[in-house]
């Protein structure tokens, strides 16, 4: 009964506004102090934005083969895609025509290939934290993006009162938008039909495989980052992106966020369809990490802006 009764009071205390308030002082060492949004940055929105084409750039010239219906509709970019195939692959010439015998590799692999590490969740190594996010290969320096936060992102007015209930992964922005990164139940529902709502013929402009087992972004994982304890110290922080209009439509199939609400300017040129910002969160090493560490995330002191997983 009285263990019961602890896991409860353990997994609910974090939504407890006067045990946060307590044990945020107790904390001081490991938050830290933004005094405007603004300054909440790390490394600038242009390296997050570099870092993520590089990985997605990486990732479709993987899944070249399957990309077929996407690179019917666009010349240009196939042939742009076909002169960075040829290049990676320097013994053999591939063409338009052979580029289905290519050798595959697994997301994870694309990423340690692409950026020296990878990260995968596992049983966390704090107690009583479930699953946890561990870099399980290479070496991560200080300021690199190490994760993303994936999920459904609702502005202030609009409803998430049921999607909340129980929920763990809801994550206050800055700015108050909030961003659902639960991949079960009634969340996992409406980031899919959010999702399938905003697709355009072959182009998605979301990844749905977060909500999978089969991730096909390997840094959608943000979500399961737990955070510091009195006894390990945070090696990651929170940094807020808004992805911009203008990213490749060729590539919005791995961003792992959608926006709840439908808002498609007509005015705005075909290539440049969707939803007019998709906000995700990165998450930064504030130190060089290594393989085999678990990643724990370091708060930021700007009033609720926290995650939604304080287990």
């Not at 929105?45 to 070249?64: G, Q, S």
């Amino acid at each position: 009964m009285l263990r019961a009764l602890r896991r409860r009071w353990d997994a609910y205390k974090y939504r407890f506004v006067p045990w946060v308030a307590l044990n945020l002082r107790r904390k001081r060492r490991t938050l830290r102090y933004v005094p405007k949004s603004s300054q909440d940055k790390i490394i600038s929105d242009e390296d997050v934005f570099e870092t993520l084409l590089k990985i997605f750039r990486a990732l479709f010239v993987n899944d070249f083969s399957r990309q077929a219906r996407i690179l019917a509709l666009l010349p240009e970019i196939k042939c742009k895609y076909l002169e960075l195939l040829n290049s990676q692959q320097k013994p053999s010439k591939v063409n338009s025509r052979d580029h289905q015998s290519q050798r595959v590799f697994s997301p994870e692999e694309v990423l340690f290939n692409t950026l020296g590490f990878t990260v995968s969740r596992d049983q966390s190594s704090l107690m009583s934290a479930g699953t946890g996010v561990f870099v399980s290969k290479g070496f991560v320096p200080k300021g690199t993006v190490v994760s993303m936060y994936p999920g459904t992102v609702y502005r202030k007015h609009e409803p998430i009162f049921f999607q909340s209930l129980g929920n763990p992964f809801i994550f206050r922005c800055i700015d108050g938008v909030l961003i659902d990164g639960n991949d079960k139940g009634l969340s996992r529902s409406v980031y899919r039909s959010c999702s399938r709502r905003d697709q355009l013929g072959p182009f998605q402009m979301s990844d749905e495989s977060w909500l999978t087992a089969a991730l096909q972004n390997p840094l959608a994982v943000g979500q399961y980052v737990n955070n510091c304890t009195h006894e390990k110290a945070a090696n990651v922080c929170y940094q807020e992106f808004d992805v911009p209009r203008y990213f490749p439509i060729e590539l919005k199939q791995y961003l792992p966020n959608i926006v709840y609400s439908h808002d498609i300017e007509r005015s705005i040129p075909w290539d440049q369809i969707g939803p007019s910002w998709t906000g995700t969160l990165g998450l930064l090493p504030s130190l060089n990490v290594v393989c085999h560490i678990h990643l724990e995330v370091l708060l930021s002191q700007r009033g609720l802006a926290f995650s939604g997983r304080f287990k």
